[in-house]
């Protein structure tokens, strides 16, 4: 199984989901999911995640210092399971972006966590302050977990 994570410059929002969900896994023992995370947008490509971003992901032992910033390719869409996105924009970029074969399944990342976050977006901090940053992790703490339950019901290498 092999899950993409995507936001819009890959600095703020899908590199902390990774981070999250990386941890949840390592946490429960499980190494057979793949995890990745691009953005829609070539403006940060090479660059670590905003340093709000990983200030907030160490603050709560999650290191993201060895992620760096990349573009959605379409090779994506046949290389990944799933691919989940932070917001509708980036959700119906990557549905027009999409080639005709894909095997991937995109969604919105809160599509996938319990209870009534069906449908929300995770916002993006970029242009706020820390308290937004913080925010952001706390909904993907809570998503964290009902995507990891999602993700290991599921066969290993499953689409």
């Not at 092999?2 to 936001?7: A, D, Q, S």
């Not at 290191?63 to 989940?84: G, K, Y």
């Not at 937004?132 to 689409?159: Q, Y």
Request: charged share 25%; aromatic share 4%.
């Amino acid at each position: 199984m092999r899950v993409l994570f995507v936001c819009l410059g890959n600095i703020c929002r899908s590199p902390l989901a990774e981070g999250v969900v990386r941890a949840r896994l390592a946490k429960a023992g499980i190494d057979h999911i793949e995890l990745d995370s691009a953005g829609c947008g070539d403006w940060h490509v090479g660059q670590p995640p905003d340093r709000r971003t990983m200030a907030v992901a160490k603050a709560r032992g999650i290191d993201l210092s060895a992620l760096r910033a990349r573009q959605v390719r379409v090779e994506d869409f046949h290389d990944f399971d799933l691919i989940l996105c932070a917001d509708r924009s980036n959700l119906a970029h990557l549905r027009r972006m999409a080639p005709p074969d894909a095997r991937a399944t995109v969604a919105l990342l809160r599509d996938w966590a319990e209870g009534g976050d069906a449908g929300l977006e995770v916002p993006d901090p970029y242009s706020g302050g820390q308290e937004g940053f913080e925010s952001v992790h706390d909904m993907l703490e809570a998503a964290a977990e009902a995507i990891v339950a999602r993700l290991t019901s599921r066969p290993a290498g499953g689409g």
